[in-house]
């Protein structure tokens, strides 16, 4: 009995070992979101000319940016793929996360300004998710 609960007490201690170190190594590996960004049919006059930037972020729960896809020049709708090579914050990364879109001809993240265009989706993703589709649909002013 008491050798059955000895096993028993190694083996949770071992699942629980796995789950914790064993968890975001395998976010990190199979880490796969791929899907659509399109633009609100008003948005089409207000698409920034050449040399601009369409960004999509993944952040996790909390809004950290884990990931980033950076297409130059995109046409609509653009198709993206973020992979374990998109990831520049992977220790943060969780299973559900947010996406969003931005395009800009600065470059710079996390700072709107006048022209740039942005899109978010609303509900959390899984980490390894297809036909994902985010609309741009706010102009900034």
């Known amino acids: 009995m008491v050798k059955r609960s000895l096993w028993l007490a190694l083996l ?4 629980l070992l796995a789950w914790r170190f064993g968890l ?11 899907g659509t960004v399109t ?5 089409i006059q207000a698409l920034p000319g050449s040399n ?9 729960g909390g809004g950290v940016p884990v990931a980033v896809k950076k297409i130059i020049n995109p046409v609509f709708p653009a198709r993206f793929e973020m992979t374990s090579s998109s990831l520049i914050m992977p220790d943060l990364l969780t299973r559900r996360i947010y996406l969003e879109a931005l395009v800009n ?5 996390g700072t709107l300004r006048r022209g740039d ?10 980490f390894a ?5 985010i609309k741009l649909d706010t102009a900034q002013k």
């Open 39 to 43: 633009i609100a049919p008003g948005l």
């Open 117 to 126: 265009l942005r899109g978010t989706r609303n509900e959390r993703v899984n």
């Open 129 to 133: 998710s297809k036909n994902i589709e």
């Open 105 to 109: 001809t600065h470059g710079q993240l």
């Open 12 to 15: 949770v201690t071992a699942g």
């Open 24 to 34: 975001p190594v395998a976010l990190k590996y199979f880490f796969r979101v791929s």
């Open 52 to 60: 601009s930037m369409l960004f999509v972020i993944a952040r996790n």
